[in-house]
């Protein structure tokens, strides 16, 4: 167990409906990442912020979003959902903020979206 | 742009065979990198990582990585390998270029290990 929560874990809606994916990091942990994984883009890198502020983005679309409240867990929110947004989203967490960080991340279970 | 490339899509190996997953990285300057495994439905495990020192890595479950700073590698590796290293493994480097320090994943290598 990494520690890091994701939910919910299983995830099935409509094209053009909006959900939401929640994560909770490690306890201690300041700084969440987003991810997504698909079988033709692999990992990708989405989003990550460092006690509530936005601190790096990645190929993340217009259509989703994302924010760290103040007891540090994160939400991602994607909107208007298309076919192809069908993906593994994981979310991890990590200390410290920095490309000196040499810590590892931790991931979450991640949540399943199968877009219909 | 830092990168990671894993050359093999799939590595078949016999169940007591050593076992290699390759990697080569991409950075500027001193690479921070790392392996990670993903068994089926779930969320992805860290194995060990380089930062800096010893180029012989130990980490997780049996497994050993070799960084290697002429040949820009990171190859993973086990001396004898078993059915439930079957698995999706993932090489990364951390992204110094930011300040997220997010890391920056190759595309993965299927290990399948046969009994």
């Known amino acids: 167990d990494s520690g890091v929560t994701q939910t919910p874990k299983h995830l099935i809606t409509a094209t053009g409906q909006r959900v939401t994916l929640r994560c909770s990091p490690r306890s201690g942990d300041l700084s969440v990442y987003w991810y997504q994984q698909s079988l033709d883009q692999g990992l990708q890198f989405l989003i990550q912020y460092y006690n509530g502020e936005e601190r790096a983005k990645g190929n993340i679309l217009e259509r989703f979003s994302a924010q760290q409240f103040p007891d540090l867990h994160s939400e991602l929110n994607l909107s208007s959902l298309e076919l192809g947004d069908s993906a593994l989203y994981f979310c991890a967490s990590s200390v410290q903020l920095g490309g000196g960080n040499t810590g590892e991340l931790f991931f979450g279970e991640g949540s399943r979206l199968t877009v219909l | 742009a830092q990168s990671v490339a894993q050359p093999e899509d799939q590595v078949n190996v016999a169940e007591g065979n050593p076992l290699t997953v390759k990697c080569t990285y991409s950075?500027?300057?001193?690479?921070?990198l790392f392996w990670y495994v993903q068994y089926p439905n779930r969320g992805l495990q860290f194995l060990l990582k380089y930062i800096t020192g010893d180029n012989l890595v130990k980490g997780s479950y049996g497994f050993e990585a070799e960084f290697n700073k002429s040949q820009t590698s990171f190859h993973l590796k086990k001396p004898s390998a078993l059915v439930s290293d079957s698995a999706l493994y993932f090489c990364?480097?951390?992204?110094?270029?930011?300040?997220?320090?997010?890391?920056?994943f190759g595309q993965g290598t299927e290990l399948s290990v046969k009994p």
């Open positions: 990364a480097v951390r992204d110094k270029g930011n300040q997220g320090g997010k890391l920056i």
């Open positions: 950075v500027s300057g001193n690479p921070y």
